[in-house]
T-cell receptor, first 115, second 114 residues
Framework: DQQVKQNSPSLSVQEGRISILNCDYTNSMFDYFLWYKKYPAEGPTFLISISSIKDKNEDGRFTVFLNKSAKHLSLHIVPSQPGDSAVYFCAAHRRDTGTASKLTFGTGTRLQVTL | DVKVTQSSRYLVKRTGEKVFLECVQDMDHENMFWYRQDPGLGLRLIYFSYDVKMKEKGDIPEGYSVSREKKERFSLILESASTNQTSMYLC?????????????FGAGTRLSVL
């Protein structure tokens, strides 16, 4: 049962345009969401996060939007740069998993930013 | 900077071998995790530990065990490696506490079981 879904396996965007990566979830117990970025042959690195009590969080070129009623979040990258080409994972934390801070990850979206 | 180090980047093992994957973190994190990453399946949690000698099963623990004898070190053990355990293995660590959800990852170990 995939509780965190990234339905687009890949996305291609021109340099300078906006990249929008989407993530849907099914479990209403998720209270915190994170985006990770992964380059080939490297581990995922934390990018940006949002608490379920907010609907937007911004950090430079990266903005995450959360729509709790639709159980949907999105990552916007503006403007997109070639160095943004990577696999992006959405992850969610459940409030009932205690102090271990377990995360449930989506399947990832491969973003390619073209010149 | 948080540093999570996985002892091997690439490993090739034979079916039936016992395999040890080692992970060390230098930030005094209480929580440590082992995931595997497979195409189309994302990151799946194998085991995690929230303290020395404590461990809990994740979503796919079958065929694996773990050991945490020291706070900074978390080992993943494949008791008898099988070809379906060929995968990228990722170790992560995080601080204790519900609000500290950010996990920091190592570079990964690509394991091939022949």
């Amino acid at each position: 049962d995939q509780q965190v879904k990234q339905n687009s396996p890949s996305l291609s965007v021109q340099e300078g345009r906006i990249s929008i990566l989407n993530c849907d979830y099914t479990n209403s117990m998720f209270d915190y969401f994170l985006w990770y970025k992964k380059y080939p042959a490297e581990g995922p690195t934390f990018l940006i996060s949002i608490s379920s009590i907010k609907d937007k969080n911004e950090d430079g070129r990266f903005t995450v939007f959360l729509n709790k009623s639709a159980k949907h979040l999105s990552l916007h990258i503006v403007p997109s740069q070639p160095g943004d080409s990577a696999v992006y994972f959405c992850a969610a934390h459940r409030r009932d998993t205690g102090t271990a801070s377990k995360l449930t990850f989506g399947t990832g979206t491969r973003l390619q930013v073209t010149l | 900077d948080v540093k999570v180090t996985q002892s091997s980047r690439y490993l090739v093992k034979r079916t039936g071998e016992k395999v040890f994957l080692e992970c060390v973190q230098d930030m005094d994190h209480e929580n440590m995790f082992w995931y595997r990453q497979d195409p189309g399946l994302g990151l799946r949690l194998i085991y995690f530990s929230y303290d020395v000698k404590m461990k809990e099963k994740g979503d796919i623990p079958e065929g694996y065990s773990v050991s945490r004898e020291k706070k900074e070190r978390f080992s993943l053990i494949l008791e008898s490696a099988s070809t379906n355990q060929t995968s990228m293995y990722l170790c992560a660590s995080s601080l204790l506490g519900v609000s500290k959800n950010i996990q920091y990852f190592g570079a990964g170990t690509r394991l091939s079981v022949l």
